[in-house]
Every structure is written in C-alpha cells, then in structure tokens.
C-alpha cells in the first residue's frame, strides 16, 4: 500500500490559491492519486483523480510531476466554503482504500 | 438515484450491546466498504466487499461483522459494543476495478451514522 504524508494544517485567506502537497513516495506503477474533501458532519466528497501531469476540473487542478512521488492539489481563489479537510489517497491495485490523516484547510475572510 | 443511505443517524448505545449499521446504494456499484472517524480524526477503513458474497478485513475489523448478501446492501453489525467504538460511520460505494481507475477511485459516501456507547 502506498504510504501516503499531507501537511496536517493550512491557513489561507479567501482569493488566494492554495496548494496542498501529498507524498507517496511507493507509488506503484498502475496507481492513480484522488483527492476529497470532507466538510464537518459530512462523508468525504471526491474532487479529482490524477495519473500523471496535470487534470483539471471545475473544482481543483492536480499536478503530478514525472517520478509520481508526490502530487498537488491547486485550489484557485479560495472562499470561506473551501474551509474544510482535504484527503489525498493513492491506490488501484489494492481493494483496501486507506486515508491518510488530512490537511485541514482553514479559509479566512 | 438516492446514492449511499445510511441508518440510522443517530444511536446511542449501553455497553454490550449489539446492532447493524445499515448501508444501501442504488448505483449498482459492487465495491463498498465501511469507515469510522473519530471525533478530530481520519478515517480508518473497517471491512470492505468487492462484491456479493466478498468481504474482506480492512484496517481496524475488531469488533465488527459484515455480510453482502446483495449488491445493494451492505450491513455494519456491531457484536458487543465498547466506548471505543464511540464514532461516525460512514459507508461508501464505488464501481469495481473493472470499470477502470476513473470509476473505482470515485467513491461515493452516505452521510453517516454517529454511535455513542456509554
């Protein structure tokens, strides 16, 4: 499985893009990288998927440089209701999905 | 299509005691699997099934039970309940690794169930 290690807090203020880095230094060749987002008393919601180089959605963007080990996810011009916990997780050969623990992004205004 | 359905939403629970967390979806997703969070914490997988019949253990399976008798449910059961289990459960589904990494890796999930044992 591959060890996944994110910030565990960010701070921001609305407008501002912010990056969240996850490492996964044991990526395997056939997995992908997904990241969700979790608001309080709520079940975590998916945000985006990656493999490699950049995906973008309406929500995030996700870069992924060549060796993999690492990615990151670009929030653009965040707002108050970006407050929530983002998850970084890497898998697909396995059936075990295990989350790490989180980056807790604090939006202020 | 409703998603991922959990009952119920709240419990609350003497110590020793049993139940079954409810789980269903409607989106024909053969992957489901169980998590708890704990208050300020991550998610920890419990027990997971790749489809009906299959059931597997995830990382923290001690004191719980599952069965999938049916591709749309997948039912939590709780032997004897502990404080320790004091947490939200929350159940979540996505399509099998067949489908691809596009689908598998999206899970959906149901808004939890939160269990208190005193």
């Known amino acids: 499985l591959a060890k996944t290690t994110q910030p565990i807090s960010m701070d921001s203020y609305e407008g501002q893009e912010v990056n969240i880095t996850c490492s996964h230094n044991n990526i395997a060749t056939n997995d992908y990288i997904t990241w969700y987002q979790q608001f309080p008393s709520q079940g975590p919601r998916f945000i985006i998927q990656g493999y490699k180089t950049k995906v973008t959605n309406e929500v995030a963007s996700l870069f992924i440089p060549a060796d993999r080990k690492s990615s990151t996810l670009s929030l653009p011009r965040v707002s108050l209701s970006d407050t929530a916990v983002y998850y970084c997780l890497v898998g697909y050969n396995t059936d075990k999905l295990i989350f790490g623990t989180g980056t807790r992004l604090q939006v202020f205004p | 299509n409703a998603g991922v359905t959990q009952t119920p939403k709240f419990q609350v629970l003497k110590t020793g005691q049993s139940m079954t967390l409810q789980c269903a979806q409607d989106?024909?997703?053969?992957?489901m699997s169980w998590y708890r969070q704990d208050p300020g914490m991550g998610l920890r997988l419990i027990h997971y099934s790749v489809g009906a019949g299959i059931t597997d253990q995830g990382e923290v399976p001690n004191g719980y039970n599952v069965s999938r008798s049916t591709t749309e449910d997948f039912p939590l059961r709780l032997l004897s309940a502990a404080p320790s289990q004091t947490s939200v459960y929350f159940c979540a589904s996505s399509y099998s690794r067949r489908s691809g990494p596009g689908k598998y890796n999206e899970q959906f999930f149901g808004p939890g169930t939160r269990l208190t044992v005193l």
């Open positions: 989106m024909n997703h053969e992957y």
